[in-house]
């Protein structure tokens, strides 16, 4: 299997500018997961998603930031207007819902810097 | 509220024993990971935890106590390929993870 696919790996854009940052999740996995990873605060789950539907948005920092799945092998995380301080890697990730130690597979991220 | 604790960096040498140490609170207790994250890569799943005691994976250990809200991970015969950081994490889908411990391994 190819894992989790990000796109794009690396982002450079100008403060109020929008960011679309995608993710692929591995096929056959109903859940999906976006996080933020920053040197001060770690990873922080943002949404997840199970069988397309969002389950818990409480960490999306605020209304600049918005998460779609329109589909069960697609879904984006969009930042309108981005912030410098928005820079940080975004991972997303995905699970099988139910499988027994509830793993869960991380793409290789995108590290965005907003200037 | 939950909360994450662990090391923020330990250093060892290659071929030894090293115990990285994670404890937690939180209002419900539902697993606990251990996640291993290369500089620079995504993280990757090393083990998880969800009753006491020691879960052996050949040179990793994870050990779980739930009343005192501890883990920990054991790595044996280190290797300089082992340099990472190693995040400890509590949840079951809502994963919170700890800030990481970033392991340096010296020949």
């Known amino acids: 299997d190819a894992g989790v696919i990000q796109s794009p790996r690396h982002e450079v854009t100008e403060m109020g500018q929008e960011v679309t940052l995608r993710c692929k999740p591995i096929s056959g996995h109903n859940s999906l997961f976006w996080y933020r990873q920053t040197m001060m605060r770690g990873l922080e789950l943002l949404i997840y998603f199970n069988n397309n539907v969002p389950i818990d948005d409480s960490g999306m920092p605020e209304d600049r930031f918005s998460a779609k799945m329109p589909n069960a092998s697609f879904s984006t995380l969009k930042i309108q207007p981005s912030e410098p301080r928005d820079s940080a890697v975004y991972f997303c990730a995905s699970q099988l819902q139910g499988e027994a130690k509830n793993i869960q597979y991380f793409g290789a991220g995108t590290r965005l810097s907003v200037l | ?107």
């Open chain 2, 1 to 107: 509220g939950q909360n994450i604790d662990q090391p923020t960096e330990m250093t060892a040498t290659e071929g030894a024993i090293v115990q990285i140490n994670c404890t937690y609170q939180t209002s419900g207790f539902n697993g606990l990971f251990w996640y291993q994250q290369h500089a620079g890569e995504a993280p990757t799943f090393l083990s998880y935890n969800v009753l006491d005691g020691l879960e052996e994976k050949g040179r990793f250990s994870s050990f779980l106590s739930r009343s005192k809200g501890y883990s920990y991970l054991l790595l044996k015969e280190l290797q300089m390929k082992d340099s990472a950081s190693y995040l400890c994490a509590e949840g079951f889908q809502k994963l919170v993870f700890g800030t990481g411990t970033r392991l340096l391994v010296s020949p």
